[in-house]
């Protein structure tokens, strides 16, 4: 698969039309395929809640646009900022398993490449902070 400028594009506009403000794209070789690659196109006003993956760190690289990247502690309580921006001097951030952590999107048409471990597991209660 070769992702193009197009990709990009379409993928945003599926963002930009989605509730969520949100789409991504599989990137996986297929469904058997265990791991978590993708790309995810988000908006401005996505909401992303505050959460954690116990099972596997995270990373994460901005292809195009700006993301603030916030952690939390186990209180809720805002730890660190980072700003991934795709023309800046952050572009890749690789989140370690089990920490909370939520984003907002500053920019519209930003895109995001991200890979975790394992097959995917939906977000459980408890890796939602309240």
């Given at each position: 698969?070769?992702?193009?400028?197009?990709?990009?594009?379409?993928?945003s506009a599926k963002?930009?039309?989605?509730?969520?403000?949100?789409?991504?794209?599989?990137?996986?070789?297929?469904?058997?395929?265990?791991?978590?690659?993708?790309?995810?196109?988000?908006?401005?006003?996505?909401?992303?809640?505050?959460?954690?993956?116990?099972?596997?760190?995270?990373?994460?690289?901005?292809?195009?646009?700006?993301?603030?990247?916030?952690?939390?502690?186990?209180?809720?309580?805002?730890?660190?900022?980072?700003?991934?921006?795709?023309?800046?001097?952050?572009?890749?951030?690789?989140?370690?398993?089990?920490?909370?952590?939520?984003?907002?999107?500053?920019?519209?048409?930003?895109?995001?490449?991200?890979?975790?471990?394992g097959a995917y597991?939906?977000?459980?209660?408890?890796?939602?902070?309240?």
């Amino acid at each position: 698969m070769i992702i193009t400028l197009e990709t990009l594009n379409d993928l945003s506009a599926k963002a930009k039309a989605s509730e969520r403000l949100r789409a991504n794209l599989d990137l996986r070789n297929s469904a058997d395929d265990q791991s978590q690659r993708m790309l995810n196109a988000l908006e401005q006003g996505t909401i992303m809640p505050i959460h954690r993956h116990r099972a596997s760190s995270e990373t994460v690289v901005v292809i195009r646009g700006k993301i603030r990247w916030i952690f939390y502690d186990d209180n809720g309580n805002e730890t660190e900022r980072v700003l991934l921006d795709a023309n800046g001097e952050n572009r890749m951030l690789v989140v370690e398993k089990d920490r909370w952590h939520s984003l907002e999107c500053l920019e519209s048409g930003s895109v995001l490449f991200e890979s975790k471990d394992g097959a995917y597991e939906p977000l459980g209660s408890a890796d939602v902070l309240k």
